[in-house]
């Protein structure tokens, strides 16, 4: 229970303030542009939308997007949308607010990102994340449309992972692995080896607290001797180096607890045989930009004339950068004392580029005005190429993740968040066959990212799938054209087999019962006829059909057995529709106009008589009484009348203004006007009857036209009526949308 007193909240607020003051700070410490207005709107608006709600840590919510935004801000070095949308990151899937929500506020590109960070989170992370592990990471590779997502989902989760002791024993240890199994290796890939090595070294304090503590103390224990020996190493050096007038720093590096224990294991020694504990960085500041190549050979030839350099271990990724930005000159070189160090050289940038990977870039381009679309833009396709095609030499770094891109795999959400894998042009069908074989034969249609599809709609990764099924819905012979994957394809093959074994042994017994009836003996030539006379090929085809009801034994067969006749009988099926309605006035563009100077200050009425004498409808949008319409006076003093949203009026509005009149309807159902309603839904049995019974039903209403398509089980389609006004139009469209089965009823212009 919460019991805040208006004091403890205004302490709170102040802390949020700070907090985000501190962010501000940051940011404008930047090179980017200084878009602080919309940072602050992003802030306001998560804070707002988290208030009240605490972290396990007892801290206010919001304090995690605002330190999430900073590690994007500093450690990233990503800019305002980054930042904006690492404020926002928790706000969709956390609270009511909605992605359009997010749009509406900021733009398409950060509820983009938002919605990237949504998707990517809450389901996966329930209690199957390991088992989904595989699936998660290759699913953050493939739907990286926008990389910005990663980095910040990267972000996120070192924030929690930086706050991980206040969860519960057993999360922390779900959380940990989770880390080192997909967040590690993907910061390493995208060139964060700062941020890669602090999560592995969270990860592994929290799986192994005792190894951590362990090496930990003997690091400690071994502090002074390795001071001891960087001074000792490292004082020639700088000698040299203050000699090449050179403006430098020199660091010790102390290998990662995690890298300490891992080789440990891996080369199966004690902590006391790991000598390559300590490595030196120098990093300088060419004099010259372009010179920077040159300055670390420069330093590397001067430091091996004092130290002996190992022949086999110069590493040069200055000339030959790793395919994820890194560059750097290694050299080992012997110590006075025997053992090797490894010296790393490499200039500011290189420094930057290191640790913050890519983002560290631009920020070195000439002129480049902070986070500029068209810079990042270009940053972010080179990670995404990186990512889909890791060249050999970058295989290095990827060392012992294989994480190759499974280009012919999918990975789609249920709607539950459960992750599913499919191959790549898997269709709505393959999916419901995955989830169930009950589902996959009952399925009538799909809903992916909550609209609805065809079956045979293709997946792509990161959507989510809903099927929607019927009781009543069979498997369809041609979803066998429609399904891609061996599992659906064999499932669909099975049931339409054994379907057609049925309606063969019903149509066998309805055939007999009618040839009984109607005193008709069994023959060949019997089967021959029937056949012949429904283009069947043989008998079994002829069976099925009376079997499945497409055949339905009548008069017709019963005259063509008995009276012997030949030809062929086509069942015919057609709609035709009023084309002589007498109480129809079409009202034609063509009939003369009776001239007539028309005021543009009054209002002018719109009658049935004018409409039918002197007034013009216009082609272009259609208009019916009821209608929000304009008139407009051509040169020839005809008005002719439009829709205001028309866009053709819109134009008229702007260019000839003093040519529009207002205009009122004052019409009485008299005559009839043609509109145009599209429906789109599932297909079933009986609903073009439905349709045209709710039309037929609605009073003084008539079809002109039904154009109806149906493709793989979606049917689409378009009904032209006549009718009088607006009302008639809103009281079918509310009729049609009662019919099940009907997703989508609209008026269209044409
Ligand atoms: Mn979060």
């Known amino acids: 229970m919460d019991n805040n007193t208006p004091q403890k909240e205004t302490i709170i607020d102040e802390v949020i303030d700070k907090a985000f003051q501190e962010l501000l700070d940051d940011y404008l410490k930047t090179k980017h542009r200084k878009r602080v207005e919309i940072i602050t709107k992003a802030f306001n608006f998560a804070n707002q939308a988290h208030k009240g709600i605490k972290r396990r840590s007892g801290e206010p919510y919001i304090m995690h997007p605002i330190a999430v935004a900073k590690i994007v801000c500093c450690e990233i070095g ?86 991980l002791g206040s969860m519960l024993p057993n999360k922390q240890y779900k959380i940990a692995g989770e880390t080192l199994y997909i967040y590690a290796p993907l910061a390493n890939r995208l060139g964060l080896y700062k941020i890669k090595t602090e999560l592995e070294n969270l990860s592994f304090r929290y799986e192994h607290p005792e190894e951590y503590e362990e090496i930990e103390a003997k690091l400690v224990a071994t502090a002074d001797e390795r001071e001891r020996v960087f001074q000792e190493f490292t004082s020639p050096i700088r000698v040299q180096l203050d000699k090449m007038g050179l403006k430098y720093r020199i660091l010790a590096r102390v290998k990662s607890i995690y890298s300490i224990w891992n080789k440990m294991q891996t080369k199966h020694v004690p902590f006391e ?134 280009a012919s795999e999918i990975f789609v959400f249920t709607p539950k968040g459960e992750l599913k894998t499919l191959p790549q042009n898997a269709t709505a069908l393959d999916f419901a066959f995955s989830l169930h074989t009950d589902i996959g034969s009952h399925c009538i249609g799909a809903k992916v990212n909550h609209k609805l599809v065809p079956l045979s709609h293709k997946l792509q990764s990161g959507d989510q799938v809903e099927i929607l099924t019927s009781k009543s819905q069979r498997v369809q012979p041609q979803w066998e054209i429609f399904a891609t994957t061996a599992k659906a394809r064999a499932k669909i093959a099975t049931i339409l087999r054994k379907e057609r074994k049925t309606n063969q042994r019903d149509g066998e017994e309805l055939l007999t019962d009618f040839l009984k009836k109607e005193e008709i003996k069994l023959e060949p030539s019997v089967i021959d006829k029937l056949c012949k006379m429904h283009n069947f090929k043989n008998e079994e085809e002829l069976l099925v059909a009376i079997g499945n009801k497409t055949i339905v034994l009548d008069e017709n067969e019963k005259s063509e057995l008995k009276e012997k006749q030949s030809g062929n009988w086509k069942k015919l099926l057609s709609f035709s529709f009023g084309n002589n309605k007498d109480k129809k006035t079409e009202v034609n563009a063509e009939t003369p106009v009776e001239k007539e100077k028309i005021n543009t200050k009054q209002i002018l009425k719109l009658t049935e008589d004018n409409l039918q004498k002197k007034y013009i409808m216009a082609e272009c949008c259609h208009p019916i009484p009821g209608d929000d319409v304009l008139g407009y006076i051509d040169e020839n003093d005809r008005v002719i009348i439009h829709k205001r949203q028309c866009p053709i009026a819109a134009k008229l509005k702007s260019s ?95």
């Open 78 to 163: 990503l800019g305002s949308t980054s930042i904006c949308a690492a404020l926002l990151h928790d706000v969709v899937e956390d609270t009511d607010y909605t992605v359009e929500d997010i749009e509406n506020l900021f733009g398409p590109k950060i509820a983009q990102i938002v919605d990237g960070l949504t998707k990517i989170s809450g389901g996966i992370f329930g209690d199957r994340a390991s088992e989904q592990a595989e699936n998660f990471k290759k699913l953050l590779l493939t739907m990286s449309s926008d990389i910005r997502v990663i980095l910040i989902k990267i972000a996120d989760r070192l924030h929690n992972m930086r706050t």
């Open 656 to 750: 000839y203004g003093n040519r529009i009149v207002a205009t009122e309807w004052d019409t009485h159902k008299a005559l009839s006007f043609l509109v145009y309603i599209y429906i789109k839904g599932i297909d079933s049995v009986g609903l073009l009857n439905e349709v045209t019974q709710v039309i037929s039903r609605q009073m003084n209403v008539n079809i002109r036209k039904l154009n109806i398509e149906t493709e793989d089980g979606i049917f689409e389609g378009k009904i032209q009526l006549w009718v009088h006004d607006v009302e008639d139009v809103k009281s079918i469209c509310t009729n049609l949308r009662r019919i099940e089965n009907i997703k989508t009823v609209n008026r269209v212009e044409s």
């Open 273 to 406: 045989e790991i000598y390559d504990l300590l490595a030196v960085r120098i990093i300088f500041d060419p004099k010259d930009q372009e010179e920077e190549l040159n300055d670390c050979f420069d330093i590397y030839v001067s430091i091996s004339k004092i130290y002996k350099p190992h022949p086999d271990r110069l590493r040069d990724w200055v000339s030959h950068p790793k395919a994820n930005g890194y560059q750097a000159l290694h050299v080992t070189l012997m110590a006075n004392n025997g053992q090797w160090i490894e010296v790393q050289i490499r200039s500011e940038r290189m420094n930057d580029v290191a640790e913050q990977g890519f983002a560290a870039h631009w920020k070195y381009k000439e002129g480049a005005g902070g986070e500029d679309e068209g810079e990042l833009e270009k940053w972010l396709k080179t990670i995404k190429e990186i990512l889909e095609d890791p060249q050999p030499d970058a295989m290095d770094f990827l060392d012992t993740i294989k994480l190759n891109l499974f």
